[in-house]
């Protein structure tokens, strides 16, 4: 584990030279300091929300363990009640402390844990495998704390009261701090006497040649064991041998909290000699696995991530791995995986949104997806110990990925388009995987924020929302707009064009934007990445929409007497009405996402087709969704409306920042590069092939 590069210099100088002024160190140290008060921010609104709490409420597993009627005061067992989950040497450790525990038991107890994460954050920070460059050594730190105080694990803790972040913070200590053996081996016993899967780092130490770190390891953490066990036979002989190194402790083993593999076997319906013994296999193949790549990266100098990866398999074999106890995942976030510039930033935001996100948030709620859902965090710790393949930094792709393909610059037609340079027109087709996940995590905020909109239930905001609704009413009447109820009930009358409707607004409203983005990212990879993101501004433009003014659709308008073709007869009579209530929030209908997406594909369509009938038949789309929201009863007029207006708005910017779309100008320069290339080739005598160059407009010509 020694590394030449271990003591936390950079490649390059971080101050330039006597007399020299230099503006991008200005601006780096600026970034820095602001990064700093972002974690700053984090940790204060971390602790006023735990000091802000009831007491009853708070530090819960703090008050089982130190409060007045805690474990730690009873005369029997500290196991007597599964409350407690500790090891007895942490029962042992916890005595002495009960009296200035209870005394600091907010204040004290959560600002030590506040110093804890930061510590940890600094030491991981200081210690990224080498070389490093002069932006990531000077902004490393407050993005660690900053990622830190965000992670799931430590908010657990800071809310629960737990220690699950010392044996943490001990082995690190152990690993990057402690200058010989004997101290080394010493912090990492210990943290193993209170979680012993942590024991798994002495095989760490032993076979990347720190054996003496690892002897001293084993011989601590046997001591403090041995010693417990004289000071406390009974607590002992319960933790680990009645509930094997605390199975069972602390709730059901197989509760979704266990994120273990033994936690997984169970919730997949297994149990006994079956379990166990596929346990104990899975087991030692994970942690045989993940200790053999910890040591390959600890002697490439990536001792960091050998920890991580130790750690995420020590995660895997622990009998119990609760949620406060999973903070060895994140920093696998440190290594680089993926040769090409797309890829390289998939692993370190699937790690960032499984350990900051609930699994609810990352995945769809389709019964399909529920065992990788409830176990995300298991598979991606068991990822990171055993499949994840972490580029050597011999790689030549380990300091510069191959990068993408990026048009020439384009010239706009205003002065100061595009307002963000440094945003290059990409080519080459992003990675699907982090696609979907931006995708799937957008939408989990896009309902989020269109509950928050009427106060976290579906019937809080009615009233505002009604209101809304007749305010748009009365403004369709001035404008002589007010047609929904006229062609609801004239639809409704005819039963094919009832069912027609019906249909195409049930069915089109995701499929045909996926299809156009699906089309998109396969045949025009441009196109995909400027279409992309013209969708994503509507829709955050929408959702400013949803959360200033919920409106009530006509369907839900009491006195109206729109008819709901789609959901059925609506009982006013009951404050959550309507068979979608129960889904998401009905009063989310100002701007019209219906028909500002059928807009959006219907403009893509007539952009980027070629043939006529295409367009037309792109441009048909919307025409027909805002017949259908309005016959249904679902939208005003005026919401569809608002609707084109974020879109058009959604475009507007995507120009302004990104400035024009690159595809048509360089598919442009490219044909014609090609036909002044076959002109000279004819006149030469030689023949060569030009309609493949022609056609593809992703290469670019100044390269030929």
Same mark, same amino acid.
């Given at each position: 584990?020694?590394?030449?590069?271990?003591?936390?210099?950079?490649?390059?100088?971080?101050?330039?030279?006597?007399?020299?002024?230099?503006?991008?160190?200005?601006? /780096?140290?600026?970034?820095? #300091?602001?990064?700093?008060?972002?974690?700053?921010?984090?940790?204060?609104?971390?602790?006023?929300?735990?000091?802000?709490?009831?007491?009853?409420?708070?530090? !819960?597993?703090?008050?089982?363990?130190?409060?007045?009627?805690?474990?730690?005061?009873?005369?029997?067992?500290?196991?007597?009640?599964?409350?407690?989950?500790?090891?007895?040497?942490?029962?042992?450790?916890?005595?002495?402390?009960?009296?200035?525990?209870?005394?600091?038991?907010?204040? %004290?107890?959560?600002?030590? !844990?506040?110093?804890?994460?930061?510590?940890?954050?600094?030491? &991981?920070?200081?210690?990224?495998?080498?070389?490093?460059?002069?932006?990531?050594?000077?902004?490393?730190?407050?993005?660690?704390?900053?990622?830190?105080?965000?992670?799931?694990?430590?908010?657990?803790?800071?809310?629960?009261?737990?220690?699950?972040?010392?044996?943490?913070?001990?082995?690190?200590?152990?690993?990057?701090?402690?200058?010989?053996?004997?101290?080394?081996?010493?912090?990492?016993?210990?943290?193993?006497?209170?979680?012993?899967?942590?024991?798994?780092?002495?095989?760490?130490?032993?076979?990347?040649?720190?054996?003496? @770190?690892?002897?001293?390891?084993?011989?601590?953490?046997?001591?403090?064991?041995?010693?417990?066990?004289?000071?406390?036979?009974?607590?002992?002989? $319960?933790?680990?041998?009645? +509930?094997?190194?605390?199975?069972?402790?602390?709730?059901?083993?197989?509760?979704?909290?266990?994120?273990?593999?033994?936690?997984?076997?169970?919730?997949?319906?297994?149990?006994?000699?079956?379990? $166990?013994?596929?346990? /104990?296999?899975?087991?030692?193949?994970?942690?045989?696995?993940?200790?053999?790549?910890?040591?390959? =990266?600890?002697?490439?100098?990536?001792?960091?991530? &050998?920890?991580?990866?130790? %750690?995420?398999? *020590?995660?895997?074999?622990?009998?119990?791995?609760?949620? +406060?106890?999973?903070?060895?995942?994140?920093?696998?976030?440190?290594?680089?995986? %993926?040769?090409?510039?797309?890829?390289?930033?998939?692993?370190?935001?699937?790690? $960032?949104?499984?350990?900051?996100?609930?699994? *609810?948030?990352?995945?769809?709620?389709? @019964?399909?997806?529920?065992?990788?859902?409830?176990?995300?965090?298991?598979?991606?710790?068991?990822?990171?110990?055993?499949?994840?393949?972490?580029?050597?930094?011999?790689?030549?792709?380990?300091?510069?990925?191959?990068?993408?393909?990026? &048009?020439?610059?384009?010239?706009?037609?205003?002065?100061?388009?595009?307002?963000?340079?440094?945003?290059?027109?990409?080519?080459?087709?992003?990675?699907?995987?982090?696609?979907?996940?931006?995708?799937?995590?957008?939408?989990?905020?896009?309902?989020?924020?269109? /509950?928050?909109?009427?106060?976290?239930?579906?019937?809080?905001?009615?009233?505002?929302?009604?209101?809304?609704?007749?305010?748009?009413?009365?403004?369709?009447?001035?404008? +002589?707009?007010?047609?929904?109820?006229?062609?609801?009930?004239?639809?409704?009358?005819?039963?094919?064009?009832?069912?027609?409707?019906?249909?195409?607004?049930?069915?089109?409203?995701?499929?045909?934007?996926?299809?156009?983005?699906?089309?998109? =990212?396969?045949?025009?990879?441009?196109?995909?990445?400027?279409?992309?993101?013209?969708?994503?501004?509507? !829709?955050?433009?929408?959702?400013?929409?949803?959360?200033?003014?919920?409106?009530?659709?006509?369907?839900?308008?009491?006195?109206?007497?729109? $008819?709901?073709?789609? +959901?059925?007869?609506?009982?006013?009579?009951?404050?959550?009405?309507?068979?979608?209530?129960?889904?998401?929030?009905?009063?989310?209908?100002?701007?019209?996402?219906?028909?500002?997406?059928?807009?959006?594909?219907?403009?893509?369509?007539?952009?980027?087709?070629?043939?006529?009938?295409?367009?037309?038949?792109? #441009?048909?789309?919307?025409?027909?969704? *805002?017949?259908?929201?309005?016959?249904?009863?679902?939208?005003?007029?005026?919401?569809?409306? %608002?609707?084109?207006?974020?879109?058009?708005?959604?475009?507007?910017?995507?120009?302004?920042?990104?400035?024009?779309?690159?595809?048509?100008?360089?598919?442009?320069?490219?044909?014609?590069?090609?036909?002044?290339?076959?002109?000279?080739? *004819?006149?030469?005598?030689?023949?060569?092939?030009? @309609?493949?160059?022609?056609?593809?407009?992703?290469?670019?010509?100044?390269?030929?």
């Amino acid at each position: 584990m020694a590394n030449a590069e271990h003591g936390g210099r950079t490649t390059e100088p971080l101050a330039p030279a006597a007399g020299r002024t230099d503006p991008a160190g200005a601006r /780096l140290r600026a970034a820095r #300091l602001g990064l700093w008060l972002v974690a700053a921010f984090l940790a204060v609104r971390q602790v006023a929300v735990v000091l802000g709490t009831p007491r009853g409420e708070r530090l !819960t597993d703090l008050e089982t363990w130190a409060g007045p009627d805690g474990v730690l005061h009873v005369n029997g067992s500290l196991y007597d009640s599964t409350r407690f989950t500790g090891t007895p040497f942490g029962g042992l450790v916890l005595k002495p402390l009960t009296r200035a525990a209870e005394q600091a038991l907010g204040w %004290g107890w959560t600002f030590g !844990t506040l110093l804890l994460v930061v510590a940890l954050g600094v030491i &991981a920070a200081r210690n990224l495998p080498r070389p490093l460059g002069r932006r990531t050594s000077l902004l490393a730190a407050p993005v660690a704390t900053s990622l830190l105080m965000l992670s799931l694990p430590v908010r657990n803790a800071f809310w629960l009261g737990q220690t699950s972040i010392i044996p943490v913070l001990l082995v690190v200590l152990g690993c990057f701090v402690a200058r010989d053996w004997r101290s080394a081996g010493v912090l990492i016993g210990v943290a193993a006497a209170l979680q012993p899967a942590v024991l798994l780092f002495a095989a760490l130490l032993w076979f990347t040649g720190r054996r003496r @770190a690892a002897a001293a390891s084993g011989a601590a953490f046997a001591g403090v064991t041995l010693l417990t066990w004289a000071s406390m036979p009974r607590d002992s002989y $319960i933790y680990w041998v009645h +509930h094997l190194a605390g199975a069972g402790l602390g709730g059901e083993a197989d509760a979704l909290a266990n994120q273990s593999l033994h936690g997984a076997l169970l919730r997949f319906g297994l149990s006994g000699p079956l379990e $166990i013994g596929l346990f /104990l296999s899975l087991g030692a193949a994970v942690a045989v696995l993940g200790v053999r790549r910890a040591v390959r =990266y600890a002697r490439d100098g990536q001792l960091l991530l &050998a920890v991580a990866v130790t %750690g995420c398999a *020590a995660i895997a074999v622990s009998p119990a791995t609760w949620q +406060h106890q999973l903070l060895w995942v994140l920093p696998a976030v440190v290594g680089r995986v %993926g040769r090409r510039a797309c890829d390289r930033h998939v692993w370190p935001v699937a790690v $960032i949104v499984v350990m900051t996100l609930p699994g *609810a948030m990352a995945l769809p709620h389709m @019964a399909a997806l529920y065992p990788l859902r409830d176990n995300a965090v298991l598979l991606t710790a068991v990822a990171a110990a055993t499949v994840v393949p972490f580029l050597p930094r011999t790689s030549p792709c380990y300091r510069t990925p191959i990068p993408a393909e990026h &048009a020439p610059p384009v010239p706009a037609r205003f002065r100061r388009v595009q307002l963000l340079p440094f945003l290059k027109r990409v080519l080459t087709r992003p990675n699907l995987l982090l696609e979907l996940l931006l995708i799937r995590v957008t939408y989990a905020a896009y309902q989020q924020v269109r /509950l928050a909109a009427t106060g976290g239930t579906n019937s809080g905001g009615r009233a505002r929302a009604e209101t809304h609704g007749q305010q748009i009413l009365d403004i369709e009447r001035f404008l +002589h707009l007010d047609v929904e109820r006229a062609v609801n009930h004239w639809a409704a009358g005819v039963g094919r064009l009832r069912d027609f409707f019906d249909f195409y607004y049930t069915s089109f409203h995701f499929a045909v934007p996926l299809t156009v983005l699906a089309a998109l =990212y396969v045949r025009r990879p441009a196109d995909y990445r400027w279409a992309r993101a013209s969708l994503g501004f509507a !829709t955050l433009l929408a959702l400013v929409g949803f959360w200033l003014y919920p409106l009530a659709p006509p369907r839900l308008m009491p006195g109206l007497g729109v $008819i709901d073709t789609v +959901h059925g007869v609506q009982d006013f009579s009951k404050p959550d009405y309507g068979t979608l209530t129960a889904l998401t929030n009905q009063y989310a209908a100002m701007p019209s996402l219906h028909f500002g997406w059928s807009l959006w594909c219907g403009m893509v369509i007539a952009i980027v087709a070629r043939r006529r009938w295409v367009k037309a038949l792109g #441009l048909l789309h919307p025409l027909l969704t *805002a017949s259908s929201i309005v016959t249904t009863g679902n939208h005003w007029v005026l919401d569809a409306a %608002g609707g084109a207006a974020v879109v058009l708005a959604g475009f507007g910017l995507s120009y302004l920042l990104t400035g024009p779309r690159a595809q048509t100008v360089t598919a442009a320069r490219t044909t014609g590069a090609a036909a002044a290339a076959g002109s000279a080739a *004819a006149g030469s005598g030689v023949r060569e092939e030009t @309609a493949e160059s022609a056609s593809a407009p992703r290469k670019d010509p100044a390269r030929r």
